[in-house]
């Protein structure tokens, strides 16, 4: 290939490279912008190497050369490829004919590295090592690391200070030669058998697992001994540091271990006083702000979280949970993660019930919504009276939830709440109100539905909401409401108006509902009266 | 020549590698004509044949302590230790450097390079037998291996900078943490990554820069070793890079707690009393202390603290500290754990008058193998370092004095000996003798007959060594 075409070829590759480390640093692996512009790079590459076996490029300052011959300039300092890699010593780069598509890959995501950021410890050279390329090498510079030159000197004058061999080793040497080494001479089998490579396998592979359970037992052990120096708050540190940076790599399985044993301290009264102390403080530690936080984080984030894990992790906590993991519920955004933390209000809320009141103030409609629905599954009667408050709330969501939890909750208060939701200008609220008033199951409740049908004012409602007091009150379906029904059914009248097939229609359907044998025939007559609707109806309820 | 492969041909190439090692290991225990054997042949020729055709041609290389084909490092993993190992150590003994396959070959071929491979043992020069008897076959060409007595000089200043850099970046984190300053890590990662790759390209070099103990500040020099001794045999053990790094950084920090131990209980020139001992027995402790308030938690910074609390404990546990809760030791804690032991054995102390001798300290801890030292580990490392470790002052049954030089992986007990008296007690520097050299009987040209210490006699390992 002309010299001409090559270079150009080149400058195209390291112009690539530019394009690459920026969108590495932008879009996620699986972008369609990221996978073709790594795609593009290694598609240049391999024509290259179409012509030629290697592409060894110098490092300068400012420049990348090829065979002496600048392919990349930049004088200045901020985003200068040249000086990204020849600041790290790096003198000379080369690829190989059969440079992979991962490769190329990893060699753009090291050096789209933010190395001027504190947290990455590595820099270029060291990442390139870990990597081990087969088909990246490079010629590094490391006279920075030589600031020992007087140190070497200093330590080798040491050493020359030092005699050399007695004059008088003549002297000696028959008594060398004469004494005996009185050390046994063992036979030892070194040989590496296939078993001992087997056996080196297992443990390297092992070694990929994570040591945090390893480094738990051993901040356990220092625990153990905390008192001999007084180092407690020492000990406490290290282990919430250890308890966030688990979290944060998502392993709930280290904490609820560490939580686990910490309980058993906590409960084993031979423990030393002062221990139990740093235990329970640890313990509170794992559901604190900052612990749950970071399970938001994690939660908002995507990362999976196994479930199992997790329920453990909550079921370990104590009762001060219950505040941050509210404070998260406002933040999370995915359902299921919302889902997840709800689960833990309600096991912890049991705990302690007024700190989940305290949050139905909340002024974030759905952490209000989220807490009235915690209550009901926590299912506390006594929760009634919190519940009436926001029966007002502004929010059509939160009065909906309120009124189905009074309804599951039930009792005389909840309703006597609901009742006065019956008579709430929104058919939503209406319609919800009594279908918790079916679902409390109460005779109150049901004494309640079947007043408001027999009083005068049921007539003008329209036939769909008659239908839900239908509705809701053949959830009970014992013999006072069937005769009920039975009475509305077979109610005769000389001036029979359309209102009065209403509520006929809507007991036929009411009865449906009950399913009981013995209305069928009386059900039966009705099929062939001339009130289309009812004739609809009842047959609808009949079949089902 | 192909400079490079890709990845469908790099596996042919370990898979050419493997069984190059089978059919020659195979021939050595059956009879050539054994059907194991010519399977072993048939399989190796369709695979070159096979791959002939892609590459052109085909070079098996010995650098180092490596084997190259086509110019790319096979690489060291475990799976393949074995037999990369036994190649290596058959080859160099052979003096084979290189093996170049021009064109297709046949099972004739291989059979006639089996038998010249197993005669060549007899042979006073092994190579020249081989290269001889191969002679007519034009698609195979051997290449005897490099001398690299002529670079040696310029390999020794290059692994002397990078030991003399490692300590002296210790020396410098050692005060950093106790003045509570901010250390640089990455320039200590880089150092252990230049000492890796002198492990990597002069292994026995920079091990016997090691055992020079003449150094008036222990604690940084021993630091030094250890995580050099250490990345030594986590490299001879198959790890990769990134775990070689991590090795190299956490054994350098083992011994970190010996900051809070008061100057006149670590240099006390006598046995220790009770009370001191107890102080000195903290150190592990004190150790993931200041590892953990020199940096924050990360998996390095775990792996460092539980090395710098375990590497006392012994695989039985009965060493220090006394844990409740026994579980297995971390691995780099038995890799470290056999490092500290050996180079604190070998090592000059206030307390003693001679340290011990390599070879006495190794069998010592051959004493402590399964009980104390994990067993697998001190295999690895007595293969590394072998029987009479790098520096031993041997007594040869020549009446000579030497020093072991370098090690001979296929005869652990026949290393390189550098001669440095004659049979007269004349001090003469020179010449390095291959202890497995045999003289016409088909006896040993020398044999050692004992060790001593070198200091028993005053003698500068440094002047040898550096």
């Given at each position: 290939?002309?010299?001409?075409?090559?270079?150009?070829?080149?400058?195209?590759?390291?112009?690539?490279?530019?394009?690459?480390?920026?969108?590495?640093?932008?879009?996620?692996?699986?972008?369609?912008?990221?996978?073709?512009?790594?795609?593009?790079?290694?598609?240049?590459?391999?024509?290259?190497?179409?012509?030629?076996?290697?592409?060894?490029?110098?490092?300068?300052?400012?420049?990348?050369?090829?065979?002496?011959?600048?392919?990349?300039?930049?004088?200045?300092?901020?985003?200068?490829?040249?000086?990204?890699?020849?600041?790290?010593?790096?003198?000379?780069?080369?690829?190989?004919?059969?440079?992979?598509?991962?490769?190329?890959?990893?060699?753009?995501?090291?050096?789209?590295?933010?190395?001027?950021?504190?947290?990455?410890?590595?820099?270029?050279?060291?990442?390139?090592?870990?990597?081990?390329?087969?088909?990246?090498?490079?010629?590094?510079?490391?006279?920075?690391?030589?600031?020992?030159?007087?140190?070497?000197?200093?330590?080798?004058?040491?050493?020359?200070?030092?005699?050399?061999?007695?004059?008088?080793?003549?002297?000696?040497?028959?008594?060398?030669?004469?004494?005996?080494?009185?050390?046994?001479?063992?036979?030892?089998?070194?040989?590496?058998?296939?078993?001992?490579?087997?056996?080196?396998?297992?443990?390297?592979?092992?070694?990929?697992?994570?040591?945090?359970?390893?480094?738990?037992?051993?901040?356990?052990?220092?625990?153990?001994?905390?008192?001999?120096?007084?180092?407690?708050?020492?000990?406490?540190?290290?282990?919430?540091?250890?308890?966030?940076?688990?979290?944060?790599?998502?392993?709930?399985?280290?904490?609820?271990?560490?939580?686990?044993?910490?309980?058993?301290?906590?409960?084993?009264?031979?423990?030393?006083?002062?221990?139990?102390?740093?235990?329970?403080?640890?313990?509170?530690?794992?559901?604190?702000?900052?612990?749950?936080?970071?399970?938001?984080?994690?939660?908002?984030?995507?990362?999976?979280?196994?479930?199992?894990?997790?329920?453990?992790?909550?079921?370990?906590?104590?009762?001060?949970?219950?505040?941050?993991?509210?404070?998260?519920?406002?933040?999370?955004?995915?359902?299921?993660?919302?889902?997840?933390?709800?689960?833990?209000?309600?096991?912890?809320?049991?705990?302690?019930?007024?700190?989940?009141?305290?949050?139905?103030?909340?002024?974030?409609?759905?952490?209000?919504?989220?807490?009235?629905?915690?209550?009901?599954?926590?299912?506390?009667?006594?929760?009634?009276?919190?519940?009436?408050?926001?029966?007002?709330?502004?929010?059509?969501?939160?009065?909906?939830?309120?009124?189905?939890?009074?309804?599951?909750?039930?009792?005389?208060?909840?309703?006597?709440?609901?009742?006065?939701?019956?008579?709430?200008?929104?058919?939503?609220?209406?319609?919800?109100?009594?279908?918790?008033?079916?679902?409390?199951?109460?005779?109150?409740?049901?004494?309640?539905?079947?007043?408001?049908?027999?009083?005068?004012?049921?007539?003008?409602?329209?036939?769909?909401?008659?239908?839900?007091?239908?509705?809701?009150?053949?959830?009970?379906?014992?013999?006072?409401?069937?005769?009920?029904?039975?009475?509305?059914?077979?109610?005769?009248?000389?001036?029979?108006?359309?209102?009065?097939?209403?509520?006929?229609?809507?007991?036929?359907?009411?009865?449906?509902?009950?399913?009981?044998?013995?209305?069928?025939?009386?059900?039966?007559?009705?099929?062939?009266?001339?009130?289309?609707?009812?004739?609809?109806?009842?047959?609808?309820?009949?079949?089902? | 020549?192909?400079?490079?492969?890709?990845?469908?041909?790099?596996?042919?190439?370990?898979?050419?590698?493997?069984?190059?090692?089978?059919?020659?290991?195979?021939?050595?225990?059956?009879?050539?004509?054994?059907?194991?054997?010519?399977?072993?042949?048939?399989?190796?020729?369709?695979?070159?044949?096979?791959?002939?055709?892609?590459?052109?041609?085909?070079?098996?290389?010995?650098?180092?302590?490596?084997?190259?084909?086509?110019?790319?490092?096979?690489?060291?993993?475990?799976?393949?230790?074995?037999?990369?190992?036994?190649?290596?150590?058959?080859?160099?003994?052979?003096?084979?450097?290189?093996?170049?396959?021009?064109?297709?070959?046949?099972?004739?071929?291989?059979?006639?390079?089996?038998?010249?491979?197993?005669?060549?043992?007899?042979?006073?020069?092994?190579?020249?037998?081989?290269?001889?008897?191969?002679?007519?076959?034009?698609?195979?060409?051997?290449?005897?291996?490099?001398?690299?007595?002529?670079?040696?000089?310029?390999?020794?200043?290059?692994?002397?900078?990078?030991?003399?850099?490692?300590?002296?970046?210790?020396?410098?984190?050692?005060?950093?943490?106790?003045?509570?300053?901010?250390?640089?890590?990455?320039?200590?990662?880089?150092?252990?990554?230049?000492?890796?790759?002198?492990?990597?390209?002069?292994?026995?070099?920079?091990?016997?820069?090691?055992?020079?103990?003449?150094?008036?500040?222990?604690?940084?020099?021993?630091?030094?070793?250890?995580?050099?001794?250490?990345?030594?045999?986590?490299?001879?053990?198959?790890?990769?890079?990134?775990?070689?790094?991590?090795?190299?950084?956490?054994?350098?920090?083992?011994?970190?707690?010996?900051?809070?131990?008061?100057?006149?209980?670590?240099?006390?020139?006598?046995?220790?009393?009770?009370?001191?001992?107890?102080?000195?027995?903290?150190?592990?402790?004190?150790?993931?202390?200041?590892?953990?308030?020199?940096?924050?938690?990360?998996?390095?910074?775990?792996?460092?603290?539980?090395?710098?609390?375990?590497?006392?404990?012994?695989?039985?546990?009965?060493?220090?500290?006394?844990?409740?809760?026994?579980?297995?030791?971390?691995?780099?804690?038995?890799?470290?754990?056999?490092?500290?032991?050996?180079?604190?054995?070998?090592?000059?102390?206030?307390?003693?008058?001679?340290?011990?001798?390599?070879?006495?300290?190794?069998?010592?801890?051959?004493?402590?193998?399964?009980?104390?030292?994990?067993?697998?580990?001190?295999?690895?490392?007595?293969?590394?370092?072998?029987?009479?470790?790098?520096?031993?002052?041997v007594v040869l049954n020549s009446r000579e004095l030497g020093l072991v030089y370098e090690n001979n992986q296929e005869a652990l007990h026949r290393p390189r000996i550098m001669i440095i008296s004659d049979n007269n007690g004349n001090w003469i520097s020179g010449p390095v003798v291959d202890l497995k050299e045999k003289n016409g009987n088909s006896g040993y040209l020398r044999t050692i007959i004992k060790t001593m210490h070198p200091k028993q006699y005053n003698i500068?390992?440094?002047?040898?060594?550096?």
């Amino acid at each position: 290939m002309e010299i001409h075409n090559e270079l150009i070829l080149i400058k195209n590759i390291i112009q690539g490279m530019q394009k690459a480390k920026k969108i590495v640093q932008i879009y996620p692996k699986n972008n369609p912008v990221y996978i073709k512009t790594l795609k593009d790079l290694s598609d240049q590459f391999n024509e290259f190497f179409q012509h030629s076996n290697l592409l060894q490029l110098h490092i300068a300052k400012n420049d990348i050369l090829y065979d002496s011959e600048s392919v990349y300039h930049d004088p200045e300092k901020h985003d200068n490829l040249a000086l990204l890699f020849f600041k790290d010593g790096l003198r000379e780069l080369t690829f190989k004919k059969g440079l992979t598509c991962k490769e190329t890959e990893d060699f753009i995501k090291i050096i789209a590295l933010d190395f001027e950021r504190d947290i990455v410890e590595e820099d270029i050279v060291i990442l390139f090592w870990e990597k081990d390329f087969d088909n990246i090498q490079y010629v590094v510079e490391n006279s920075f690391l030589s600031e020992a030159d007087d140190f070497e000197k200093e330590a080798l004058n040491e050493l020359q200070q030092e005699a050399s061999g007695p004059d008088t080793l003549k002297e000696v040497y028959d008594e060398i030669f004469s004494e005996e080494d009185d050390d046994e001479k063992q036979e030892v089998i070194l040989d590496i058998t296939d078993k001992d490579l087997r056996l080196l396998l297992e443990e390297l592979n092992n070694y990929a697992l994570d040591k945090t359970e390893k480094y738990f037992n051993m901040l356990f052990e220092l625990l153990s001994e905390a008192g001999k120096d007084h180092d407690y708050q020492d000990i406490i540190n290290y282990f919430m540091a250890a308890i966030s940076f688990s979290v944060k790599n998502g392993n709930l399985g280290a904490v609820t271990d560490v939580q686990e044993k910490l309980k058993q301290m906590i409960d084993d009264e031979r423990t030393d006083e002062e221990i139990r102390k740093c235990a329970a403080k640890l313990l509170s530690f794992t559901g604190g702000y900052s612990i749950i936080e970071l399970i938001g984080n994690m939660l908002n984030s995507g990362q999976e979280i196994e479930e199992k894990a997790f329920k453990r992790f909550f079921s370990l906590l104590e009762k001060d949970a219950i505040l941050p993991f509210i404070k998260i519920l406002g933040e999370l955004k995915a359902m299921q993660a919302r889902r997840l933390v709800i689960e833990a209000l309600v096991y912890l809320g049991q705990k302690d019930i007024s700190s989940i009141y305290s949050k139905l103030n909340d002024s974030k409609w759905y952490v209000v919504r989220n807490i009235v629905y915690i209550l009901r599954k926590i299912g506390d009667i006594k929760t009634v009276p919190y519940l009436l408050k926001p029966l007002g709330h502004e929010d059509i969501r939160v009065r909906k939830e309120v009124i189905g939890t009074l309804g599951k909750l039930g009792g005389d208060k909840a309703v006597a709440a609901l009742l006065e939701c019956l008579k709430d200008p929104d058919m939503q609220v209406r319609k919800a109100a009594l279908s918790a008033l079916g679902n409390t199951g109460s005779a109150a409740a049901k004494k309640i539905i079947m007043e408001q049908i027999s009083g005068r004012p049921f007539k003008e409602k329209s036939f769909d909401e008659k239908k839900l007091y239908f509705e809701a009150l053949s959830r009970w379906k014992d013999e006072d409401v069937y005769a009920f029904l039975v009475k509305i059914l077979a109610k005769k009248s000389f001036f029979i108006t359309s209102k009065d097939y209403d509520n006929k229609a809507c007991a036929a359907y009411g009865l449906g509902l009950i399913g009981r044998k013995e209305a069928v025939p009386l059900l039966n007559e009705y099929r062939e009266i001339s009130n289309k609707l009812l004739r609809n109806l009842h047959m609808l309820r009949f079949r089902g | 020549m192909a400079y490079s492969m890709d990845i469908e041909n790099a596996g042919k190439a370990v898979e050419i590698i493997n069984q190059l090692a089978i059919f020659l290991r195979t021939a050595r225990i059956h009879n050539i004509s054994n059907s194991a054997v010519i399977a072993a042949t048939d399989k190796f020729v369709d695979l070159v044949n096979e791959l002939i055709d892609l590459e052109h041609t085909i070079v098996i290389e010995i650098r180092g302590e490596y084997l190259y084909f086509n110019a790319n490092r096979i690489r060291y993993c475990p799976e393949h230790l074995l037999n990369l190992d036994y190649l290596i150590r058959e080859f160099k003994k052979i003096e084979i450097g290189t093996i170049i396959i021009h064109s297709k070959i046949s099972p004739e071929h291989i059979r006639i390079f089996i038998e010249l491979f197993l005669k060549s043992d007899q042979s006073e020069a092994p190579f020249e037998y081989m290269r001889k008897g191969m002679s007519g076959i034009f698609c195979i060409e051997l290449k005897k291996i490099q001398d690299i007595s002529e670079d040696n000089f310029d390999r020794k200043k290059i692994a002397r900078k990078t030991y003399f850099n490692a300590v002296s970046s210790y020396k410098d984190m050692f005060q950093k943490v106790r003045s509570d300053e901010k250390i640089n890590l990455k320039k200590a990662k880089r150092i252990i990554t230049s000492v890796i790759g002198q492990i990597i390209e002069q292994e026995q070099i920079l091990l016997g820069i090691t055992t020079i103990k003449d150094y008036d500040e222990y604690t940084y020099y021993h630091s030094a070793n250890v995580s050099i001794l250490s990345v030594a045999l986590g490299r001879r053990m198959g790890m990769n890079h990134k775990m070689l790094i991590d090795l190299g950084m956490v054994s350098l920090f083992h011994d970190l707690g010996k900051i809070k131990i008061p100057y006149e209980v670590l240099n006390k020139p006598a046995k220790l009393s009770e009370s001191e001992w107890s102080i000195v027995k903290n150190h592990p402790k004190w150790g993931v202390k200041s590892i953990l308030k020199m940096r924050s938690l990360d998996p390095l910074t775990m792996n460092a603290a539980l090395v710098a609390f375990e590497h006392h404990m012994n695989i039985d546990h009965s060493g220090y500290p006394q844990i409740k809760h026994r579980g297995e030791l971390d691995l780099f804690s038995r890799i470290v754990s056999i490092a500290d032991q050996y180079d604190a054995m070998i090592s000059k102390r206030v307390y003693t008058k001679y340290p011990m001798s390599p070879d006495k300290a190794l069998r010592e801890l051959m004493e402590k193998s399964g009980d104390k030292l994990d067993s697998l580990i001190l295999k690895f490392f007595v293969n590394m370092v072998g029987l009479y470790p790098i520096g031993t002052l041997v007594v040869l049954n020549s009446r000579e004095l030497g020093l072991v030089y370098e090690n001979n992986q296929e005869a652990l007990h026949r290393p390189r000996i550098m001669i440095i008296s004659d049979n007269n007690g004349n001090w003469i520097s020179g010449p390095v003798v291959d202890l497995k050299e045999k003289n016409g009987n088909s006896g040993y040209l020398r044999t050692i007959i004992k060790t001593m210490h070198p200091k028993q006699y005053n003698i500068n390992l440094a002047e040898y060594f550096l």
